[in-house]
């Protein structure tokens, strides 16, 4: 049973660039959140996707988007990358309704040049 | 709004020595909480949980006890082992949410 697998895992992208990171859920999942964690940081929620639509946002601007397709994966789309946008970008899977069983994949490392 | 405090690392120990790292929070209403362990590489996996007052979490020789009174969920183990370095975050979520926020993580480096 594959667990929630990212690509690719490690992107180098200049200013102004755009950026789309890919992610598979868990197999039986139907949720995927996005995650940004900066070094040295705890993860902060992006958003989150549900019957390929946008449920939850944090506290991210518009560059920030996102796709749920029909068979649950997802992308997360940057625009316009700026450098404080270096980070390890982490998928989690999860079922709605079932709040604990959130997996996470091994996260995609962006490097803003 | 939420947020999570945790001891700065890194926390640096022998191995079999006993391991505490401090994790205190601030939420409205009755969290669940959340210990995630982060190795080298790799995204992040549930340790434990706990999702109410004077609860124990426990796995792999891990623990943690919802203590409402002081606010915390220190992570506790008895004897680490040079596998258990690692990055560790606590987290909570409020009752209504499906969305954890984290702590800043704590870093764990264990030598033989």
């Known amino acids: 049973d594959a667990g929630v697998t990212q690509s690719p895992t490690h992107l180098i992208k200049t200013r102004g660039q755009q950026v789309t990171l890919r992610c598979s859920p868990k197999?039986?999942?139907?949720?995927v959140s996005w995650y940004q964690q900066a070094l040295g940081q705890g993860p902060q929620f992006i958003f989150q996707?549900?019957?390929?639509?946008?449920?939850q946002r944090g506290n991210f601007p518009d560059r920030f988007s996102g796709h749920q397709f029909p068979n649950y994966s997802s992308e997360l789309n940057v625009n316009a990358l700026l450098l404080g946008d270096s980070a390890l970008y982490l998928c989690?899977?999860?079922?709605?309704?079932?709040?604990?069983?959130?997996?996470f994949g091994p996260g995609t490392r962006l490097l803003v040049l | 709004g939420d947020s999570v405090t945790q001891m700065e690392g890194p926390v640096t120990l022998s191995e079999e020595a006993f391991l505490t790292i401090n994790c205190t929070y601030t939420a409205t209403g009755y969290p669940s909480l959340f210990w995630y362990v982060q190795y080298p590489g790799e995204g992040l996996q549930l340790l434990l949980k706990a999702t109410k007052a004077d609860d124990k979490g426990s796995n792999k020789g891990f623990e943690a006890t919802y203590r409402k009174e002081t606010t915390s969920f220190h992570l506790e183990k008895g004897s680490v082992q040079v596998s258990d370095s690692a990055v560790y975050f606590c987290?909570?979520?409020?009752?209504?949410?499906?969305?954890?926020?984290f702590g800043r993580g704590t870093s764990l480096i264990v030598h033989p």
């Open positions: 996707y549900y019957e390929e639509e946008e449920r």
């Open positions: 987290a909570l979520r409020g009752g209504g949410s499906y969305i954890p926020t």
């Open positions: 197999s039986g999942h139907d949720t």
């Open positions: 989690a899977s999860s079922l709605v309704g079932v709040k604990e069983t959130q997996y």
